[in-house]
């Protein structure tokens, strides 16, 4: 029989999560069972206590199998590919087989593909594959009723919340350049949402640990416009994560956090063009 389970050695809790939703997705859509592998590390976050709260909130390792539940006759790294050819030959085997996928980005994102091939990476590739699993949508159906709830008192029923997610820390003009938008990129997004919705309230989610001048200003800007914006700065990171999921309208950025909640969004999501493939039910605005 063959299994399919995540290989992740680091990264950011979007990172991780959005990899092991990818692997998930994989499984799913060709009738492979997925192995729940805990998560060891998560960069930024020394505390292990709170990655088990991270793995308790997911309750991801409650819906399958530990590997640690199966004997096997073998363990195959895939790294960076994998065809339907390696599926069928291994799928009905009379021996347990484990793949290990590592940067499943690269099965099932096209957009992520072309990105990296376009930048010369030395890859092995498939197309045959990923033109067939091109979305995350195959494994959200049953993550989005399993996950745990946190308190959100900031939200107002009446209104209409929006979050929007403002990639800073290490991310800026010159550092992570490629992740960085400008905060007057946010003036038209957030004026054109505000005419959309009479009852608007904007939520920023951000650190400002760097910045604190520069969002003093946007806050007193937009503020004057008689539009209602609060600063939700360096908060708890799964707080984070549940403002941006139960948001009424959750504006991305180019990060691995903000997908990884517009993934688990049932409302509006409003993406920026970026590395990771766009759902189909997001609407793109521009930030050019």
Partial sequence: MLYFTNNISGGGIGNQMQQIIG?????RKYDIEYLYNSIK?????????????VEDYFQINTLFNSIDSINFDEKIFMKDHLTISDIDNYKNCDKNILFIIDHVYFIIDPIFRHVFYNNNYNLSYNDELW?????????MDILKNCKKFIDLPEYNNDKTNVAIHIRRGDVNFKQ??????????YYAIIENLNNQHNNA??????????????????IKTISEKGIHIKIMADLDLLTTIEYMIKADVLVM??????????????????????????LSHWETISIY
């Fill in 23 to 27: 692997i998930i997705a994989l499984a």
């Fill in 41 to 53: 590390k998560i960069d930024h976050i020394d505390d292990n206590n709170y990655i088990n709260t």
């Fill in 131 to 139: 033109k067939q699993i091109n979305t995350y949508e195959y494994a």
């Fill in 176 to 185: 992570n350049s490629d992740r960085f938008v400008p905060l007057e990129k």
């Fill in 201 to 218: 309230v904007f939520y920023i989610f951000t650190e400002i640990t760097n910045d604190k001048q520069e969002f003093d200003l946007f």
């Fill in 253 to 278: 950025s180019k990060s691995a956090l903000s997908y990884l909640a517009a993934l688990y969004n049932n409302n509006k999501v409003l993406y920026i063009n970026f590395w990771h493939n766009k």
